[in-house]
């Protein structure tokens, strides 16, 4: 890695550590904190994870809750082309939802 690269990736982990520990945040982040984090809305967060822009902690069943590294989460919030691609993902994301719902065939005299 470039003398450049190294000392810029230290100190942007430096950086995401100060505000970590500025904002007084564990290091494990769950669903609800990590959308506000980012500014996304709960529901987002599945969508980013279905996407593969978010990876959650350990190797969490479907069922189970997810967990995200406080540090990393901090370093995505400030990652403002990651963002750029996370928001267009989720407004894809609903688009493509909202079109499926309106194109349903409808039934006509109610037969079953």
Same mark, same amino acid.
């Given at each position: 890695?470039?003398?450049? +690269?190294?000392?810029? +990736? /230290?100190?942007?982990?430096? #950086?995401?550590?100060a +505000? /970590? $520990?500025?904002?007084d ?6 669903? &609800? $904190?990590?959308? =506000? ?13 279905? &996407?593969? @822009?978010?990876t959650?902690? %350990?190797?969490?069943?479907? #069922?189970?809750? @997810? /967990?995200?590294?406080? &540090? ?14 996370? +928001? =267009?993902?989720?407004?894809? *994301?609903?688009? #493509? =939802?909202?079109?499926?719902?309106? #194109?349903?065939?409808? *039934?006509?005299? %109610?037969?079953?």
């Open positions: 890695m470039p003398r450049e +690269t190294q000392s810029f +990736t /230290w100190l942007g982990c430096r #950086n995401g550590a +505000t /970590w $520990a500025a904002k945040l564990p290091a494990r982040l769950d669903v &609800v $904190a990590t959308a =506000k984090l980012l500014g996304f809305a709960e529901s987002d967060i599945q969508v980013l994870m279905a &996407v593969g @822009k978010l959650p902690l %350990g190797d969490p069943a479907p #069922n189970a809750p @997810k /967990w995200f590294a406080a &540090v990393e989460m901090i370093r995505l919030a400030a990652d403002q082309d990651w963002l750029h691609k996370a +928001t =267009k993902e989720v407004a894809k *994301y609903w688009r #493509n =939802k909202r079109e499926r719902r309106l #194109n349903l065939p409808s *039934y006509a005299g %109610g037969a079953r």
